[in-house]
């Protein structure tokens, strides 16, 4: 069974704070990625890597960077947090390899609260 | 440019019911469909998918139908349990440059809610 884990559930931190946000997946899967969620936007993708020190840029990277120095652990960094960034975020794993079963398997989240 | 759309925000349906839930897509590169179910506090789960060269797809009380002329996918849930009660999110993926890694692009979201 494919596990996701992230860090923390829930997340308070201040304006200006720098954050970590740690994802752990144990399937031995290539791809990772870091969405957040927000009341109708739906999930939006942050970053993605595809292989160890590799990543790129999705749909809203400004204000995030990321991390993966070894294949199961994926790290999203807040340089310096943003009231703007309070959000639901989201990892998610998957292999490389496409088949008609293919598909990202996603951790709990983490409710992250900037103040 | 929204990609994905899930025009429905929100639907109401009563148990036993059918619920369908629709999602729209301008990207014709798009080759793969998946549904996803999220609950509040919990990581979306993938729910069931369906490849391009399909039409249908069903899986116990899910079906997923495509029509690809029209760019449209939707989900039928019959018959519909208050447990099903949660949002919804259609995505799309297409091969990305090289052919070995995708990217999944994702609607909105239609938040069900099934009443007993």
């Known amino acids: 069974d494919v596990k996701v884990t992230q860090s923390s559930r829930y997340l308070v931190k201040r304006t200006g704070e720098k954050v970590f946000l740690e994802c752990v997946q144990d399937?031995?899967?290539?791809?990772m990625f870091w969405y957040r969620q927000d009341p109708g936007l739906g999930l939006r993708l942050i970053y993605f890597?595809?292989?160890?020190?590799?990543?790129e840029k999705g749909d809203i990277p400004e204000g995030y960077s990321v991390s993966r120095e070894k294949k199961e652990r994926f790290s999203l960094i807040l340089e310096s947090a943003s009231t703007n960034q309070t959000s639901m975020y989201l990892c998610a794993s998957s292999s490389r390899d496409r088949d008609v079963t293919d598909t990202q398997y996603f951790g709990p989240g983490t409710r992250l609260t900037v103040l | 440019d929204q990609q994905v759309k899930q025009n429905s925000p929100s639907l109401s349906v009563q148990e036993g019911r059918i619920s369908i839930l629709n999602c729209d897509y301008t990207n014709s590169m798009f080759d793969y469909f998946l549904w996803y179910k999220k609950y509040p506090a919990e990581g979306p789960t993938f729910l069931i998918s369906i490849s391009s060269i399909k039409d249908k797809n069903e899986d116990g009380r899910f079906t997923v139908f495509l029509n690809k002329s029209a760019k449209h996918l939707s989900l039928h849930i019959v018959p519909s349990q208050p447990g099903d009660s949660a949002v919804y999110f259609c995505?799309?993926?297409?091969?990305?440059?090289?052919?070995?890694?995708?990217?999944?692009?994702f609607g909105k979201g239609t938040l069900l809610t099934v009443n007993p």
């Open positions: 890597s595809y292989d160890v020190k590799m990543k």
């Open positions: 995505a799309a993926s297409a091969p990305m440059s090289g052919g070995s890694n995708y990217k999944l692009t």
């Open positions: 399937m031995d899967h290539e791809n």
